[in-house]
């Protein structure tokens, strides 16, 4: 089962890249940047630890049973964090619109977060692993509405 977790992670790693690679070194490399916006070559690495861990912890809330209860909740949210996650990199990159992006971003900040307490209940190591994703999706927010604020 772990497998599938990973698996369906890094599917919605490949819709991001799909979206994301094709405008980096034309429609994004064009756009002001926002401050502390990193260098293109951190974004892949970071995102790849990020999914193997929201993976993991997927995983860990599953294999401790209880899937008609609060596991099966649990896991609910972090399909739809999931969803929102794999519908931002498309609207953002794809689209070329920073500003219907925000919503998206702001929707999977709080499913993170909605996630992570559920997560919590069950499994404190879980829960823990989703902590640097939310971190560094609330960064890509305010780059998100940076790259919006900028270029509008």
């Known amino acids: 089962m772990l497998a599938g977790f990973v698996g369906l992670t890094l599917l919605v790693a490949a819709v991001g890249g799909l979206a994301a690679v094709?405008?980096?070194k034309t429609?994004?490399?064009m756009l002001p940047h926002p401050p502390a916006t990193p260098p293109n070559e951190v974004f892949g690495p970071v995102w790849t630890v990020l999914y193997l861990a929201m993976a993991v912890?997927?995983?860990?809330?599953?294999?401790c049973g209880d899937v008609l209860g609060d596991h099966r909740r649990a896991l609910t949210?972090?399909?739809w964090q999931l969803a929102a996650n794999a519908l931002w990199a498309p609207v953002?990159?794809?689209l070329h619109r920073p500003g219907i992006s925000i919503p998206i971003i702001v929707v999977l900040d709080s499913l993170v977060v909605f996630t992570a307490l559920a997560f919590r209940r069950i499994d404190r190591l879980a829960a823990l692993l989703l902590v640097p994703y939310l971190a560094w999706s609330l960064f890509a927010t305010y780059l998100t509405v940076g790259f919006w604020w900028l270029n509008r």
Not at 57 to 63: I, P, Q, S, T
Request: hydrophobic share 65%.
């Open 57 to 63: 912890a997927a995983w860990r809330v599953w294999r």
């Open 22 to 24: 094709p405008n980096i």
């Open 77 to 79: 949210l972090w399909g």
């Open 27 to 29: 429609w994004y490399a």
């Open 92 to 94: 953002f990159f794809g």
